[in-house]
């Protein structure tokens, strides 16, 4: 089975993981007196400037429905780790990703350098679908972008120094950058917008509500983070391809990830 667009940007642990554990206590004061991201996902299928840092590992799985123009499930698996200090120097996250779960044969890799700037600004720049197996895959092949979010500093959550709303906006290439050839037959045009973005806005307690542009269409869902101890649970489930302008009508999607400090 060929993988359409990646589904699921996962770059998980960049959406729902914050410093754990001892590492929290050492960011100065002027990050303490911020409105700081939640725990839950902030995204789905675009990335985030937040990422995995601190030695915090994760795994994540994505599905949908079905794939565009194909009837057929699909869904891909993540492992990545993070390290650095994005608050005093830079993150680095990385991960490898399996694609094509039927056949376990498109493996890619993904980094993301991330840095936190002034008044709750993180800035990073990253990369996924890197070295797949352009042979068996049709997506969009290797993927650069430069993200920046920011959590609104004036609406608090239900938890002290905690933010309710998350916004991303970023550019890329691959992806971001170019539809499917089978939205080029079917008349869609060639390109995305290259630009795309991310809104997160916490409904209740460790639960956000999600809506995205992806670069070639719009996705909304929501996510929930479950906290067991220092190793949080997010699950997500969404509808993705709600316009005409990729794909060929709405997809149900969801994903799940697990993160650990080590």
Known sequence: M?????LMALALAG????????????VPDWLLKLKLPNSGAK???????WGAAFGSAYLGTGAARRSPYLPSADGIVELGYGMGDPVLNVGIQIGTTVSDLSEFNNVSFSFKLHRYLARGTTIALGGESLFSNDAIS?????TFYLVVSHVVQTLGSSRPGIGRVHVSVGVGTGRFARKSDRDFSEGKGRNG???????AV???R????ILEWSGTNL???LSRTVQTGSMPIMISIGLADLTGYSGNGVRLVAAAAVAISL
Not at 138 to 142: H, L, P, S
């Open 2 to 6: 060929k993988t359409p667009l990646p």
């Open 15 to 26: 959406s729902f993981l914050i410093p754990m554990g001892g590492q929290a206590q050492q």
């Open 43 to 49: 995204a789905s299928m675009t990335p985030t400037a």
């Open 138 to 142: 049709d997506d969009a092949g290797d």
């Open 193 to 199: 917008t290259i630009v795309f973005g991310n809104l």
């Open 202 to 204: 916490e409904v209740a």
């Open 206 to 209: 460790d639960l956000n509500a």
């Open 219 to 221: 996705l909304t869902g």
